[in-house]
């Protein structure tokens, strides 16, 4: 690639942004939406012996926080990469 | 080995481990005493930060407050977790990069101000402070119920352990005893979670045995939870009592202010990289979950239990765990009715806490000269109960129970540590080093980091031998205040190259003031308010929230009638935005 540190720091810096925002969209959603929101829709649900609105507020956001974290890491670091930004 | 032997040799054993791990790794510069001379590695990092986090609030209370609140408490759980979602990809990266010591320290360049920076550390003072106290008392509870010994000596012995491992070690004692603590408690929770798991649904992982079917009822935990529950007059346990918009912003004010947290966020500045700072930051929510899933979990079968053997249970035939328990002083009958048998429902029994009176009554049950309230049930429950009584309810062995002690005083101290170094570095870095005293050489300025820690542990300690009565209530300050204060200032200052000095004092100080002020008014001023009083139904506990999206828009507004900031805090910004390049992740 032959672009200037500027352009590639914009570049990484836009997609950065995309990547966070759509990640917080999903915290967002499993936590404020399933968890608190919509809870009483969902709970006229039932997911493996829960009603699928307590599941979430009490197992499945949590799990889900663990996986967005290491999907960020993971896809931070094809960034990192792809910019040239990466350390070692 | 009688369980009393066990519990000496465990927490003995336990004890002669963090000093020995503080004498290997104790702290030859300030490097090594304010972040472990950034060496760290993730996954150490993040169980350290995961003992950090976890206080012995998490480890003996929340269970229990789950388990008598059901839906409302997840408040904790997802709010307690979701913060490290933000910390990873809104703050740890960028601070570590940034790669200094300490968080004034970066409020203080990237808002080119010294009076921003006295702001920042008198904040992380006041919310350490008010965390270290409850800290301190939990030492105290821990040795006095299991040791014997009187609450205050307790406390003693607690500080001296504090003081020897984070006054030698600095950061980097902490962390590695931090380590070793996650370990002792993670497996001192587990062990009985398992095994009531086993108890009540045959299936051996608490996550899934949460929601099987109660073994010889044909009914899952839940179902069961609920259907005992309404026979007793209880609301159903999957459905909440708080109004919705509450219980969003008091989650959202647990998560931001958890991301706010100093003694949090400065554990990210002692890994290698910036990805090791990410990276750490998922391990260390992936350690903190097994224990927040386990929790709601433990909640419901302990739930189950006491509803199924207690509740119109003769008090002489009760298990042999309740009237343990009762001699302890954390459960209590009144028979209102004088019919020998326990009446459970909502409400509570009697005014106040249990005031035991020496006689026993004619079942042989402890008297109590607490003067009752006029609901139908008799029965006092201590919540810390839920997790307590788990070995004996399981009918656990003795060492089951030593290890429910060492892992408590486990997660008490390493809260405490972790607080404390916050507390001493800010006063010899911030105020002493960059304010009053800049000509000390690094021996000074580590003899003064340590000579704080050392003030900082005695007054933690007169805290918790001389607990202030409303230690409960300024819980929701600490949260709150993080939540107004730091968290908008960091993000803002990485994500907006046009905020400035004069728009990050403005939101610090209307965010602070207005959270500050509501908590005073409706925890302390007007105490009887109720929820109808609350602006927008909201309570103290949520109202960081607020004061947070109050900061934001203060900050806005000021900044864009106010002036850039210089062009050398716009290179600052850009450095700190990409890993490598423009200075990598520096070792100061």
Redesign the interface.
Known sequence: MSMS?EEA?RG??RE?LKL?MM??VV?FVV??GA???F?DQL?AIT?????LG??F???G???A??V???V??WK??QL?RK?D???? | MDTQTLIYLFVGATFALYIGIAIWSRAGSTSEYYVASKGVHPIANGMATGADWMSAASFISMAGIISFTGYDGSVYLMGWTGGYVLLAMCLAPYLRKFGKFTVPEFVGERYYSQTARVVAVICVIFISFTYVAGQMRGVGIVFSRYLEVDINTGVVIGMAIVFFYAVLGGMKGITYTQVAQYCVMIFAYMVPAIYISILITGNPIPQLGFGSEVIGTGQSVLERLNGLGAELGFGAYTDGSKSTIDVFFITMALMVGTAGLPHVIVRFFTTPTVRDARKSAGYALLFIAILYTTAPAVAAFARTNLLTSVPNTAYQEVPAWLTTWENAGLIAWQDKNNDGVIQYGPGTPFVGAPKFTDERGANGERLLSNEPTAAATELYVDRDIMVLANPEIAQLPGWVVALIAAGGLAAALSTAAGLLLVISTSVSHDLLKSNMAPNITEKQELLAARVAAGVAIAIAGLFGIYPPAFVAQVVAFAFGLAAASFFPVIVMGIFSKKMNKEGAIAGMVVGLTFTFGYIVYYKFINPAATADDWWFGISPEGIGTLGMIFNFIAAILVASVTKAPPEKIQHLIEDIRIPRGAGAAVDH
Not at chain 1, 47 to 51: L, Q, R
Not at chain 1, 85 to 88: P, R, S, T, V
């Open positions: 540190k720091a990484y810096w950065n966070m990640l917080l915290w936590s404020f968890g608190v929101l809870v709970n997911f493996f012996g829960f009603p307590f599941w507020a009490q197992q956001s949590i799990y926080f663990v967005l974290i290491f960020y890491v931070m670091n990192d910019y930004f990466h350390e070692e």
